[in-house]
């Protein structure tokens, strides 16, 4: 592997990935374990994909902000080291694939000259923190959320606290009552308030979507926007801690304030007030109230030849600003892919003719905001030149899927393929709901929901169905799902499970039924109710049947070959099977960071570190003894058991470990607290070397 010149400014940064590619070195060499090694690399967003010997990149954006400068940066880099496509994730990130391995480190720092990083894109950590893509232009909106979304980012990237977590960690913030970001299907989401002339936010906790989807509790209904990052840092604390680690399928934060009751979480939440780095953390908007920038033009001109296609546009995709005189146009992306020809072109449009402020959407869509009002025949003459003008933005035309089988290791069916399917069968035969925006479809290639399928008022699961010896491609039908507005969602119900070729169909008849049967402007969600979930399982029952499936049922979508279910290893929580070695190097980097820290008067991260160390030190010690446990408050009071009689230590070792509760991060702490990790990881490397010394 070759080395490279960096070039980077940030020296935080360029450590990062000269880091990535020491790393990388030492796995070529053998000298990484391949578990361990899978979640180094994938909180820096490198993600194994399903063909062999490749990687997707998960390019992180916070909020879903797109520069001119930056679109560009990451068409050269895609073209560079991938295949000149780009995906737009339901999380506002863009993803890349088949780029190899031993190029990652140098596409991170081509990124990283226009301010783009991939730093915990993927893996247990913090991931890309979402919010309303219309924020800063919402006509109803109390105050823009796009300052306090990035000040969440900067402040946990690379934060200790959260970077080895149990599992991943998601945020997100809604700028109006409409919960456009979606806070109920969040670990933590925050919904803009203004109370008593406050600026704030309403808190929601615990959501979470996957195999279990769960409704997130109220944890305040206002708290100030200067609490939020506090807040936050107590929440992480605490899962951190607490989380379950063995168990992936029960590690997300929604299980532990079930498995604890509500009460009792934030009652550790309040245990931690004393250990956080700020009691408040006071967040500077002006940068955000200036940074818009319109450049100086002469109005071109634009021949529009179907005023017809023009007004439907402006009626589907245009919207409103809040700032008078400028509207925002929002781009229906299919499948959330394009490529990086048009990609240019589309920045220098923005760049040229805007304030240089895209937004990707998590409905996987491009909206370009401050556009004048004069300018939408010459917007919509150019961007229907790159395909970019088909009306349907955000509607039920508009159907949101995850990559699938295409690329995903833990793709079950195509769910790009029926998405295909059914737009056409929308486009063709339901044209009239180009312009709904009550009913929302969605599509996911397995039970994990990252097309959130389980919040969909129509949503399809990739799943499969056996025939005799066969197996065929079949598609979970839920009904009922969406979003109700201020914190408040739906769980959308199973209703039946159909063989994936009578997915068109299944979506015929339910649309079909709704026209016919409801009532003048009744909504969806109030029919299916009234109806209820058995109505709509008997008539689509029949869609059900499997002894009468033909040869092209064992054909998936998008594809002419015979369906095979292959399922490889899932990496959404970078599972690790650690290794004692591997483990006590680790704590020693910690160590190391730990100290690092402090010269940089960082007392807070330094302690975390310190903590970190201990944890895992005690950690690699029972693992040598052969026992194990699932949470790290486990290992601490596990250790004390096991070992007070082997390891002479001045007291307890959870009270060594807990003094970061007790004790508010101060230089004199920090160090003594570092001292005692210091000394503590003396003592189990004494320990260690003593047992294999016997056991030979």
């Given at each position: 592997m070759r080395s490279f010149r960096t070039e980077i400014e940030n020296p935080i940064v360029e450590k990062d990935i000269i880091d990535l590619e020491k790393k990388i070195n030492l796995y070529y060499e053998g000298k990484i374990d391949e578990q361990r090694f899978r979640s180094l690399r994938l909180a820096r967003g490198v993600y194994g994909q399903r063909q062999f010997g490749v990687q997707m990149i998960r390019i992180k954006l916070p909020y879903g902000k797109v520069t001119s400068e930056q679109l560009h940066r990451i068409a050269a880099v895609s073209d560079e080291y991938s295949r000149g496509r780009l995906h737009i994730t339901t999380r506002q990130d863009i993803q890349i694939h088949h780029v190899s391995l031993d190029r990652t480190p140098e596409l991170w720092a081509e990124l990283e000259k226009d301010d783009i990083t991939l730093r915990e894109a993927c893996g247990n950590t913090v991931r890309n923190i979402t919010a309303s893509e219309t924020a800063g232009i919402d006509v109803n909106e109390p105050f823009d959320v796009s300052p306090y979304a990035h000040a969440m980012f900067e402040f946990f990237l690379r934060n200790p606290i959260c970077q080895e977590m149990g599992r991943k960690f998601k945020i997100s913030f809604s700028g109006t009552n409409e919960d456009t970001a979606l806070s109920f299907m969040h670990d933590l989401g925050f919904i803009a308030k203004i109370q008593n002339g406050e600026i704030g936010f309403k808190v929601m906790l615990g959501g979470g979507l996957g195999s279990q989807a769960i409704l997130a509790d109220t944890l305040f209904e206002f708290i100030s926007a200067d609490k939020i990052i506090p807040t936050t840092e107590a929440v992480l604390r605490v899962f951190d801690r607490h989380g379950e680690r063995a168990k992936r399928a029960r590690a997300r934060l929604k299980f532990l304030v079930k498995e604890i009751g509500f009460d009792a979480f934030v009652k550790l939440v309040e245990d931690e007030q004393k250990a956080l780095s700020n009691s408040i953390y006071k967040i500077d908007v002006s940068k955000f109230e200036n940074e818009i920038n319109f450049p100086a033009f002469e109005t071109p001109e634009a021949v529009i030849?179907?005023?017809?296609?023009?007004?439907?546009?402006?009626?589907?995709?245009?919207?409103?600003?809040?700032?008078?005189?400028?509207?925002?146009?929002?781009?229906?992306?299919?499948?959330?892919?394009?490529?990086?020809?048009?990609?240019?072109?589309?920045?220098?449009?923005?760049?040229?003719?805007?304030?240089?402020?895209?937004?990707?959407?998590?409905?996987?869509?491009?909206?370009?905001?401050?556009?004048?009002?004069?300018?939408?025949?010459?917007?919509?003459?150019?961007?229907?030149?790159?395909?970019?003008?088909?009306?349907?933005y955000n509607s039920t035309l508009d159907i949101t899927s995850c990559p699938g089988t295409d690329t995903c290791n833990l793709g079950i069916a195509s769910s790009t393929g029926i998405t295909a399917e059914l737009e056409r069968v929308l486009k063709t035969e339901f044209s009239q709901y180009a312009n709904n925006k009550d009913i929302t479809i969605k599509i996911s290639g397995c039970m994990n929901s990252c097309g959130q399928h389980s919040m969909a008022h129509i949503g399809f699961q990739g799943m499969t169905v056996k025939s005799g010896k066969l197996v065929a491609p079949a598609l979970q039908v839920l009904l009922g799902g969406g979003v109700l507005g201020n914190g408040e969602g739906r769980v959308s119900n199973k209703v039946i499970k159909i063989p994936s070729k009578r997915g068109p169909q299944a979506l015929r008849l339910i649309l079909n039924d709704y026209e016919a049967n409801a009532e003048s402007g009744e909504l969806f969600l109030n029919y299916y109710d009234k109806q209820g979930e058995k109505y709509f399982y008997d008539f689509l029952k029949p869609l059900a049947d499997i002894t009468n499936l033909v040869p092209s049922d064992f054909i998936d979508w998008g594809t002419e070959e015979q369906y095979e279910m292959a399922v490889g290893v899932g990496e959404c929580a970078g599972v690790v099977i650690d290794l004692v070695a591997t483990i006590l190097f680790e704590s020693e980097e910690k160590l190391t960071h730990s100290s690092e820290a402090l010269k940089l008067n960082q007392f807070s991260d330094s302690i975390y570190y310190a903590y970190t160390s201990l944890v895992n030190t005690a950690k690699a010690l029972l693992l040598k003894e052969g026992e194990s446990t699932n949470t790290q408050a486990g290992i601490i009071t596990l250790f004390d058991t096991t070992f007070s009689d082997k390891i002479n230590l001045e007291e307890s070792f959870s009270n060594i470990v807990f003094q970061l509760q007790k004790n508010k991060p101060s230089k004199k702490f920090a160090q003594k607290y570092l001292n005692d990790a210091q000394l503590f990881y003396a003592k189990a490397n004494e320990y260690r070397a003593k047992i294999e010394t016997d056991e030979a």
């Amino acid at each position: 592997m070759r080395s490279f010149r960096t070039e980077i400014e940030n020296p935080i940064v360029e450590k990062d990935i000269i880091d990535l590619e020491k790393k990388i070195n030492l796995y070529y060499e053998g000298k990484i374990d391949e578990q361990r090694f899978r979640s180094l690399r994938l909180a820096r967003g490198v993600y194994g994909q399903r063909q062999f010997g490749v990687q997707m990149i998960r390019i992180k954006l916070p909020y879903g902000k797109v520069t001119s400068e930056q679109l560009h940066r990451i068409a050269a880099v895609s073209d560079e080291y991938s295949r000149g496509r780009l995906h737009i994730t339901t999380r506002q990130d863009i993803q890349i694939h088949h780029v190899s391995l031993d190029r990652t480190p140098e596409l991170w720092a081509e990124l990283e000259k226009d301010d783009i990083t991939l730093r915990e894109a993927c893996g247990n950590t913090v991931r890309n923190i979402t919010a309303s893509e219309t924020a800063g232009i919402d006509v109803n909106e109390p105050f823009d959320v796009s300052p306090y979304a990035h000040a969440m980012f900067e402040f946990f990237l690379r934060n200790p606290i959260c970077q080895e977590m149990g599992r991943k960690f998601k945020i997100s913030f809604s700028g109006t009552n409409e919960d456009t970001a979606l806070s109920f299907m969040h670990d933590l989401g925050f919904i803009a308030k203004i109370q008593n002339g406050e600026i704030g936010f309403k808190v929601m906790l615990g959501g979470g979507l996957g195999s279990q989807a769960i409704l997130a509790d109220t944890l305040f209904e206002f708290i100030s926007a200067d609490k939020i990052i506090p807040t936050t840092e107590a929440v992480l604390r605490v899962f951190d801690r607490h989380g379950e680690r063995a168990k992936r399928a029960r590690a997300r934060l929604k299980f532990l304030v079930k498995e604890i009751g509500f009460d009792a979480f934030v009652k550790l939440v309040e245990d931690e007030q004393k250990a956080l780095s700020n009691s408040i953390y006071k967040i500077d908007v002006s940068k955000f109230e200036n940074e818009i920038n319109f450049p100086a033009f002469e109005t071109p001109e634009a021949v529009i030849k179907d005023e017809n296609q023009f007004n439907l546009w402006k009626t589907s995709n245009v919207i409103p600003q809040k700032q008078q005189g400028f509207v925002a146009i929002g781009i229906k992306v299919h499948l959330g892919d394009f490529y990086t020809d048009k990609a240019r072109l589309l920045a220098d449009l923005v760049k040229k003719y805007t304030g240089n402020d895209i937004r990707l959407t998590l409905r996987q869509n491009i909206l370009i905001r401050h556009v004048k009002e004069e300018l939408l025949p010459f917007f919509f003459v150019e961007l229907n030149k790159l395909g970019f003008a088909e009306i349907g933005y955000n509607s039920t035309l508009d159907i949101t899927s995850c990559p699938g089988t295409d690329t995903c290791n833990l793709g079950i069916a195509s769910s790009t393929g029926i998405t295909a399917e059914l737009e056409r069968v929308l486009k063709t035969e339901f044209s009239q709901y180009a312009n709904n925006k009550d009913i929302t479809i969605k599509i996911s290639g397995c039970m994990n929901s990252c097309g959130q399928h389980s919040m969909a008022h129509i949503g399809f699961q990739g799943m499969t169905v056996k025939s005799g010896k066969l197996v065929a491609p079949a598609l979970q039908v839920l009904l009922g799902g969406g979003v109700l507005g201020n914190g408040e969602g739906r769980v959308s119900n199973k209703v039946i499970k159909i063989p994936s070729k009578r997915g068109p169909q299944a979506l015929r008849l339910i649309l079909n039924d709704y026209e016919a049967n409801a009532e003048s402007g009744e909504l969806f969600l109030n029919y299916y109710d009234k109806q209820g979930e058995k109505y709509f399982y008997d008539f689509l029952k029949p869609l059900a049947d499997i002894t009468n499936l033909v040869p092209s049922d064992f054909i998936d979508w998008g594809t002419e070959e015979q369906y095979e279910m292959a399922v490889g290893v899932g990496e959404c929580a970078g599972v690790v099977i650690d290794l004692v070695a591997t483990i006590l190097f680790e704590s020693e980097e910690k160590l190391t960071h730990s100290s690092e820290a402090l010269k940089l008067n960082q007392f807070s991260d330094s302690i975390y570190y310190a903590y970190t160390s201990l944890v895992n030190t005690a950690k690699a010690l029972l693992l040598k003894e052969g026992e194990s446990t699932n949470t790290q408050a486990g290992i601490i009071t596990l250790f004390d058991t096991t070992f007070s009689d082997k390891i002479n230590l001045e007291e307890s070792f959870s009270n060594i470990v807990f003094q970061l509760q007790k004790n508010k991060p101060s230089k004199k702490f920090a160090q003594k607290y570092l001292n005692d990790a210091q000394l503590f990881y003396a003592k189990a490397n004494e320990y260690r070397a003593k047992i294999e010394t016997d056991e030979a």
